[in-house]
């Protein structure tokens, strides 16, 4: 019988592209999801943070659709990141691992969608197509508006969106059609790791979340200076 999960416990998650079900077992010693796929991993590797284990779970080795489990450790867990694990600067990382299996109890299949941005909008609010972009040429109206799964991400619009009242995290609702948004996926990375997506129609405002952090100021200019690094070179935002 799996355990009920304890509400005051931290719920730790496991993204991969395996097809596991609840009270499978995600052991050590198989090959790594992700990065050199000589050998095997001394450790599995979780995290208390989703949007890490959906990056790292569109980023694995597979050919299935990435997959984000809820998991408990059966062992001792460590809570540092492995220095053999690739990492992607600025964006989350499985921050902790353990040499015990995790026992799985359960798969994320719900989603919330955000939109980061500094407009000052209520619930009921449209978010339409149409505006300034936030990069790329500035003379122009975007043709789709833009939204996310991960939290990660809605938060670095906020931060680089024009403007300047504070930055602000909604939870919205398409309208209409949407797909994935081509300059975040295998156009750079291979699925979709941020969970991004766009859509032609309007985005419906549902709430507001008000508990984000920002990223560190020197992340921030970091990711500034490498957008306007693509702005000089003519690289411009897939909106067509």
């Known amino acids: 019988m799996i355990p009920t999960h304890d509400p005051t416990a931290p719920r730790f998650y496991h993204g991969t592209r395996a097809d596991l079900k609840p009270g499978d077992r995600i052991e050590p010693g198989r090959p790594p999801d992700a990065g050199d796929q000589d050998g095997t991993t001394p450790c ?5 943070n989703l949007d890490a284990a959906i990056w790292a779970a569109e ?27 690739p990492v992607s600067p600025g964006h989350p990382t499985m921050s ?48 789709y508006v833009y939204f996310t799964r991960t939290l990660d991400a809605a938060t670095w619009g906020a931060e680089l969106a024009d403007g300047d009242g504070p930055g602000r995290i909604y939870i919205v609702e398409p309208t209409g059609p949407i797909e994935e948004d081509p300059n975040l996926t295998d ?12 859509s032609r129609e309007p985005l419906r405002v549902a709430g507001e979340v008000t508990d984000w952090h920002g990223h560190a100021p020197e992340a921030v200019k970091a990711m500034k200076d490498e957008l306007e690094r693509l702005k000089d070179l003519g690289v411009e935002p897939m909106d067509d």
């Open 44 to 48: 599995v590797h979780f995290t208390p």
């Open 96 to 143: 902790h691992r353990s040499g015990e299996p995790l026992r799985v109890t359960g798969e994320v299949t719900d989603w919330l969608l955000y939109h980061g941005t500094r407009a000052d909008l209520k619930p009921g609010d449209l978010i339409k197509p149409g505006h300034k972009p936030n990069f790329g040429k500035l003379d122009r109206a975007t043709t």
């Open 187 to 198: 156009q750079r990375f291979r699925g979709n790791p941020t969970k991004s997506y766009r």
């Open 59 to 85: 980023l694995s080795a597979g050919e299935g659709p990435g997959r984000v489990y809820i998991v408990e450790p059966t062992g001792p867990i460590d809570g540092r990141p492995d220095p053999a694990t």
